[in-house]
């Protein structure tokens, strides 16, 4: 034969015995059994039974939020404060970089610029130079090309004329060729 372990009794008021039989309906247990794990949860969590605001939870949750909280501040201080003034030297030393460039190499890519563009000038009155000087030159072979058929001419002239020739054909012939080297 089993000894019955229920051997003790509570006696209280009918309005609670209608809140436990509510509660232990809601979480389908008996009374006993409701009683049982309340027993067993106030034993366990260490809570005053009487204290409805529960404030060993909130001082529980307290306690993990500062804790929590004085992480974040670690963090804070060891990593994101020094991330940020790294990133601030960093943004203030490219702002340097860009100032630099902005000052330096643009002036320097300014004066190459209209360097070549001086030079492209020169280049270009150079080509005109060689131009004429092309045309110079085919001119001089054209004028020594007709200097020479002048000369040419007024040897032959010359020879044509005997001792008896006279001067004025002579004049003649002379202020021809003089008025062709004039036009040349």
């Known amino acids: 034969m089993t000894k019955d372990e229920n051997v003790k009794t509570i006696r209280f008021p009918v309005k609670t015995d209608e809140k436990l039989q509510t509660i232990a309906n809601k979480n389908g247990l008996t009374k006993l059994n409701l009683f049982i794990y309340m027993v067993d949860y106030f034993y366990k969590s260490k809570k005053d039974p009487r204290d409805l605001n529960d404030d060993l939870l909130k001082n529980a949750i307290n306690k993990k939020t500062d804790n929590i909280v004085a992480f974040i501040k670690t963090q804070e ?73 002048l000369l040419e001419f007024y040897i032959k002239q010359r020879e044509q004329m005997g001792t008896f020739t006279k001067q004025a054909e002579k004049d003649e012939l002379i202020k021809h060729i003089r008025e062709q080297v004039k036009n040349l």
Request: glycine share 2%.
């Open 77 to 149: 201080q060891e990593l994101l404060i020094p991330i940020k003034k790294d990133a601030e030297r960093m943004t203030a030393n490219q702002l340097k970089i860009v100032d630099f460039f902005n000052r330096h190499i643009i002036k320097y890519n300014e004066a190459q610029s209209a360097a070549y563009q001086d030079q492209l000038k020169h280049i270009g009155q150079i080509a005109g130079y060689l131009k004429e000087l092309n045309k110079l030159q085919v001119d001089k072979s054209v004028l020594k090309k007709r200097f020479s058929d």
